[in-house]
């Protein structure tokens, strides 16, 4: 029974803490509004549509949902609780450095606040207000212990993504910034929320100098997608994180690869914010020129064969000028949970084509499809950059695996083609190749072994 009350706590505290914050107008709308839709779009998701109450009393009973949901949301996060020992009038210089660190790694190291509740209680009033546009509850312990059961602090992730801002001009004074968050939620199928970004502002009380106010809006996730990400049956059936490469970097690898490394490892392609595209696409960008500046003026050779051979999966996809994604040569379901890989085999001479296989999973680790063929380079000669390739595509199979790393009955699939792509950057851990005949698109991927 304490285990069902936990995860019921969890999955309301989920409701209480992260849903329903989105800058769109209709979903600021109010809570009952934003209620219905993500109901409705949760679909409850399981059947891929979205449903509305078909009665007048369904629908009465959502109009009282969010009020019935907030009242038993908070009920298993105890009672309101004081803290002792505050810390009144800081100044806020040293307030604000007191919250950077609660966001970044906690007040006692454990971990940002918003993924472990370590926060520092004394510069918050008890009866602070924690408020979205969703919620609101005045009790800084219930709040905290909404945290503690939310998000599993090991495999998530919190971001300050620039220092905290001071405003002394407004009355009551502020503290503004900004935070990037990721990770899975602390339920038996460990849902995972993707990346997502708000704007949070800390209200300073006039005369005892804590915090009485902590509001937040959210501006790159709606409440649907994030009822989506936890309740679709990719949650219960699927969802594992993706494969991490372990792989330091070497002495010679340029500093836009290795931020761009960091940024994208251990991540899925469709998971990223739009401010992180950018972001991203801006160190891709770096990352080739550079390479293009070393090949074509110093005449450097930066292609080394030697590299290429070994398993790499697709981190990020930059779509072509169109919008143009991958030519995958066989339709299948991309869901957001599946990985895809690309295993280059050695090559026993320049001249000599050497195999390539494209892994692409349909449902997780359980069913994926192998493309594979024969890689030729166009100019064996040449070392620059950009290096193009020709993949003779000769035969492919549909395989469904007994286990996550157990291969067991394949069928084969009569897929033959041509591929042609430019690599535009070769490292020992990173790799960004461009799809010519495929639209354009550029594929970033990760060597994991």
Partial sequence: MARVDNVIATLLAFVFVVHGLSSSSTEHASRRDWLRQ????AGICLFGSISSPSSATASDSVQELPDVLRKISLAPLGKPQTFENKS????LEELASRLTRDLTVGANGSGGYF??????????????????????????S????????????ASSQIQLLSPLTIHTETQPKTISG??????????PWRPYVSAYESDIVYTIDDETGLIARQDQVWDSKSPSKALRESFTPSSFLF???????????????????????DYINGRRPNEYTFQETKEIEGLIQEVVDTGKTKSEITNKPEFQRGLLPGRWILAYLQPGPNGVGID???????????????VFSESSSQQQPQQVTNIGQVLGPWIDVKVSGMLQEEDPSSTRIPKRFQANINGGKLCVHAGSN???????????????????YLGERLRIGQNINGGGARVVQIRLD
């Fill in 178 to 187: 900004r935070i990037r968050s990721r990770g899975y939620i602390q339920l």
């Fill in 406 to 424: 157990t291969e067991g009955a394949c069928v084969g699939l009569p897929i033959k083609g041509e591929g042609i792509f430019d690599s535009l």
């Fill in 115 to 140: 993924l472990t509740g370590d926060l520092s209680t004394d510069i918050f009033k008890d009866d602070c207000v924690f408020a979205d546009p969703t919620n609101n509850v005045a009790s800084l």
């Fill in 88 to 91: 009144l009038n800081l100044p």
């Fill in 328 to 342: 995958r040569r066989i339709p299948f379901p991309d869901f957001d949970f599946n990985d895809n890989y690309q």
């Fill in 239 to 261: 969802n594992q994180p993706p494969p991490k490469s372990s792989l330091k970097p070497s002495p010679a690898e340029p500093k836009a690869a290795s931020q761009l490394f």
């Fill in 38 to 41: 993500t109901t409705g779009a």
């Fill in 142 to 153: 219930r709040y905290q212990n909404a945290l503690r059961i939310l998000f599993d602090p």
